[in-house]
Structure formats: structure tokens, C-alpha cells
């Protein structure tokens, strides 16, 4: 079965700073992946998705994020934090050609001033 | 366009209460989804629907049911209300199953 795992349910950076979250997958096909953020009291946003062609994929946002086989991740970056960034994130996977997506628990990033 | 729209934003329920979450999507998309969001759990698939008269159930299924009916409209039905269905509903729709888009949510209270 396959699942999406990420590493730290709150991730605090300054702004201006590197922003990192983590996201690993399991799967026994390769999936297609995605990343969404959810500003609060809103819906979800599509961030960015990788469905087979480059493996680096960039968003909206200034977002992107690589998918590396040989780790099973997909971890989303953005070089420079601004306060607007500040939102709960999610990846999630899905098989190609499946009906349904996988969620992680999400990433809640904080932008500290 | 309004996309995905649901109703009610909130909604209050005593336990053994019924009622039905109303989601319709004006994009003509044949994939809709109901999903639920508990803190530290994600999203966790409910029920889905690969066009209209056609449903299946997701990961989280029991005490839920659904119909599609017309290719717009994707209601969940809460049979007997049950504070563990204390949670954020978020309907979902898609041309494809590579993007969902989602609607606003409902918080639903079951006490």
C-alpha cells in the first residue's frame, strides 16, 4: 500500500530564510506526487505536482520541490521565507491512474519576523 | 466560475442526529471526492466518485453515505451523528485524478 510520510508535524524559519519540508513516499509503482497548502480557514491549494516528466517541479509561490527515486522523497524548498508563507502543508501521493490521493499529516510552517 | 462550493460552513449536531453536507462543483469535472481533516491525521478519503452513479468508498467509510446522482452535485450523508465524526469536510473535484480542487469546508460539531 502506499503512504506519504512527513518529518515534522511544525517547522518554525526566520524570513528571508530557507524553507525545507520534508516528504517521503512509499510506493511500489512510481506515483505521482503532489504538494498542497492550506492558508487557515481556507481549502486546500494545489502547490506544485510531479507526474513523471522532470523530476525537479516548480510551483506557484516561488515553491518547488525534487522528486528523487533513490530516496523515495519529494521535499518541497523555497530559498527565501516570507510571511504570507506561513500555512499548514501537505504532500500526497497517488498511484497513476488510482482514483484517490494519500495525505501526509501535514507541516505547519511558522515564519518568524 | 465558483469551482467547489459547500454548505453549510458550520453545523452543530447532537449525537444519533442526521443531516447531509452539500458539495457541487461548476467545472463539469467527472472526479469528486469527500475527505475529512483531523489534527495530525491529514486528510483521510471518505468516499469518491469517478462520474455520475458511480461511487466507491475511500479509507474512512463507515457512517457515511453518498450518491451522484447529476455530474454537479456529491452530498455526504451522516446516517446517526457520532462525536467521533467531529471533524473539517472538504469536498473535491477533478478532470483527472493528477489535480483536485478543493472547496472551503465544513466544520462540523457533534456533541
Known amino acids: 500500500a502506499q503512504s506519504v510520510t512527513q518529518l515534522g508535524s511544525h517547522v518554525s524559519v526566520s524570513e528571508g530564510a530557507l524553507v525545507l519540508l520534508r516528504c517521503n513516499y512509499s510506493s511500489s509503482v512510481p506515483p505521482y506526487l503532489f504538494w498542497y497548502v492550506q492558508y487557515p480557514n481556507q481549502g486546500l491549494q494545489l502547490l506544485l505536482k510531479?507526474?513523471?516528466?522532470?523530476?525537479l517541479v516548480k510551483g506557484i509561490n516561488g515553491f518547488e520541490a525534487e522528486f528523487k527515486k533513490s530516496e523515495t522523497s519529494f521535499h518541497l524548498t523555497k530559498p527565501s521565507a516570507h510571511m504570507r508563507d506561513a500555512a499548514e502543508y501537505f504532500c500526497a501521493v497517488n498511484l497513476q491512474g488510482a482514483q484517490k490521493l494519500v495525505f501526509g499529516q501535514g507541516t505547519r510552517l511558522t515564519i518568524n519576523p | 466560475n465558483a469551482g467547489v462550493t459547500q454548505t453549510p460552513k458550520f453545523q452543530v449536531l447532537k449525537t444519533g442526529q442526521s443531516m447531509t453536507l452539500q458539495c457541487a462543483q461548476d467545472?463539469?469535472?467527472?472526479?469528486m471526492s469527500w475527505y475529512r481533516q483531523d489534527p495530525g491525521m491529514g486528510l483521510r478519503l471518505i468516499h469518491y466518485s469517478v462520474g455520475a452513479g458511480i461511487t466507491d468508498q475511500g479509507e474512512v467509510p463507515n457512517g457515511y453515505n453518498v450518491s451522484r446522482s447529476t455530474t454537479e452535485d456529491f452530498p455526504l450523508r451522516l446516517l446517526s451523528a457520532a462525536p467521533s465524526q467531529t471533524s473539517v469536510y472538504f469536498c473535491a473535484s477533478s478532470s483527472s485524478v493528477n489535480e483536485q480542487f478543493f472547496g472551503p469546508g465544513t466544520r462540523l460539531t457533534v456533541l
Open positions: 467545472m463539469n469535472h467527472e472526479y
Open positions: 510531479y507526474t513523471s516528466a522532470a523530476t
